[in-house]
């Protein structure tokens, strides 16, 4: 458990405190929703899917964010700007959170951004993500949107070292800030599995300790592209599900403020692991806060005791 | 000869040399080792205004031979070790605060050896203030003058001082080293207080009679490990 010397701040993105001391406001969970492979998912390209388990989805990780305090945003997929607008209409219709918006597509992304503008979303929506890679179109598009909510990816394939890294980062926020972004989280992007998996934990801190700012990961990419679960005899769902929790809770006690876990389809698993070591962060954030003499507030978890 | 002889003297090991015991001068170099040709009991350093003066003290009451002290060598910037020993020795020290009157270096208290120890060393010896002379033909010419005065030995037993640590004092939080969690930033982690904070590595050697650590420094050039005072 850490206590950052440095001041942290939290924002409130549409409803949901992010940011603050490790413990101070409950871990935020992100979960992902029509993926491709998700089950859900029918027609990828035209947005087609089934509204039944969709809904199921979304009840099940409601019922979750009741029964434990740790608030949900959807991270909604579309391959193609016909399928954004379908899932984005959906969505702001069965969801009252706080959402993202991601695709490979960058036709894609400016639909939604378009779309949270017709649709009066913007207060509700965080643009994911900008990055080195952003074109100039979508961040003029972006900037004379109403939308202020945004992810910020920390990564050049440049920088290797911590220094570097922070550097794209610190670039990244100035560059957030030129497009008129007022609330961010910063995301120092997951590495795969022994290609650097390891050092955006390391990075985390970095961003805490000398930023101060909220900071968001996608701990489950790492596990989701490991080949050690993918051979015969571990590519069950319960063996899955076991490295994403894993991913997700070294996030958490990493000074991680919001995690995207993945399908929502794990929400359960998911918000399950994160309430369990939120009770441990509180207990050893109250006796650090206790031997320091501080007393920031202590978001405290329902214990069920 | 006015020592104990059932002990070995000085009591307290240092950066000194002894050469004549039964000789009535003692020489303290302040910050800078100085060979001196010439008779004296007892050369040495003196850096802090507080354990160097504390420990000092106890290696001259304990030989009561020594009757003339010669304060020489560079003064100690920030500290004021030699004016503080002129202080002290002019004035004494608080008894309730055991602050050394007068004196203007950092933390100038005397809190390990008994306050008959301080005014003891102020009785038994002669300041000869030389501070800031570090030729060592000025100070042999000094010291072979002060011999000739010499009184005899101070009319009392030795005083034997044994440092003991005082009872409540040490704290368990100042025990933990913190650990480098991002050296790049200097950036460390303290586990008794989980605080993450840009801080000097530290590692704590002895918190008696002062606390005394070492310290990680870097800079363009690489990095040191600097003891000090804490």
Redesign the interface.
């Known amino acids: 458990?850490?206590?950052?010397?440095?001041e942290q701040q939290a924002f409130d993105f549409g409803g949901v405190t992010i940011g603050g001391q490790p413990g101070q406001n409950p871990t935020v969970l992100i979960g992902g929703l029509f993926f491709q492979t998700q089950p859900v998912v029918k027609n990828a390209k035209e947005g087609t899917f089934d509204e039944q388990m969709a809904k199921e989805w979304i009840d099940t990780a409601n019922m979750m964010v009741d029964k434990t305090g740790h608030p949900l945003i959807i991270q909604a997929f579309g391959r193609t700007p016909e399928a954004m607008e379908r899932h984005l209409t959906w969505l702001a219709d069965n969801f009252e959170g706080p959402f993202m918006f991601e695709s490979t597509n960058a036709d894609a992304r400016k639909r939604a951004i378009q779309f949270c503008e017709q649709s009066g979303l913007a207060g509700r929506a965080i643009y994911n993500s900008i990055n080195l890679s952003m074109k100039e179109e979508e961040k003029t598009l972006l900037r004379s949107s109403p939308i202020r909510m945004a992810v910020v990816l920390g990564w050049s394939p440049r920088a290797t070292?911590?220094?570097d890294r922070m550097e794209t980062i610190k670039a990244m926020i100035s560059e957030a800030k030129s497009i008129g972004m007022e609330k961010i989280v910063v995301d120092p992007a997951t590495m795969p599995v022994g290609a650097g998996y390891g050092l955006e934990y390391?990075t985390m801190?970095?961003i805490?300790?000398?930023l101060g700012l909220p900071t968001c990961l996608g701990p489950h990419n790492a596990p989701s592209a490991w080949k050690f679960i993918k051979q015969p005899g571990l590519d069950d769902e319960a063996t899955q599900i076991s490295a994403v929790v894993a991913s997700t809770i070294a996030a958490q006690l990493f000074a991680t403020d919001c995690i995207m876990y993945g399908s929502m389809a794990r929400s359960k698993q998911v918000f399950t692991a994160v309430s369990l070591i939120a009770n441990a962060m509180a207990a050893?954030?109250a006796e650090?806060q206790q031997?320091?003499g501080v007393s920031t507030p202590i978001f405290e978890p329902k214990s069920f005791e | 000869m006015g020592m104990n002889d059932n002990r070995n003297w000085p009591p307290i090991p240092g950066d000194f040399e002894v050469k004549n015991p039964s000789s009535c001068v003692a020489i303290c170099t302040l910050g800078k080792k100085i060979e001196v040709s010439t008779d004296y009991a007892i050369i040495g350093t003196c850096k802090t205004e507080n354990i160097g003066i504390e420990r000092m003290i106890v290696n001259v009451i304990s030989n009561s031979c020594i009757r003339f002290f010669i304060l020489a060598g560079p003064e100690i910037p920030g500290h004021k070790t030699g004016a503080s020993v002129k202080c002290l020795h002019e004035s004494g020290i608080d008894p309730s605060t055991r602050r050394i009157l007068g004196a203007e270096g950092a933390i100038p208290y005397v809190e390990n050896v008994p306050i008959e120890a301080v005014e003891r060393f102020r009785s038994q010896v002669q300041l000869i203030s030389m501070v800031d002379v570090t030729d060592p033909g000025e100070i042999a010419r000094v010291a072979d003058e002060v011999v000739l005065r010499n009184p005899g030995p101070y009319p009392a037993d030795p005083i034997w001082v044994e440092f003991k640590a005082r009872p409540g004092k040490a704290s368990s939080r100042n025990m933990g080293a913190a650990i480098a969690l991002l050296p790049e930033f200097g950036i460390s982690f303290d586990p008794a207080s989980s605080l993450v904070s840009r801080m000097d590595l530290v590692a704590w050697v002895t918190t008696h009679p002062t606390t005394v650590g070492v310290v990680m420094k870097s800079d363009e050039t690489g990095t040191a490990l600097v003891g000090q005072e804490l």
């Open positions: 458990m850490f206590v950052f010397k440095k070292g911590l220094a390391r801190l970095a805490k300790s000398e050893a954030v650090a031997a320091i």
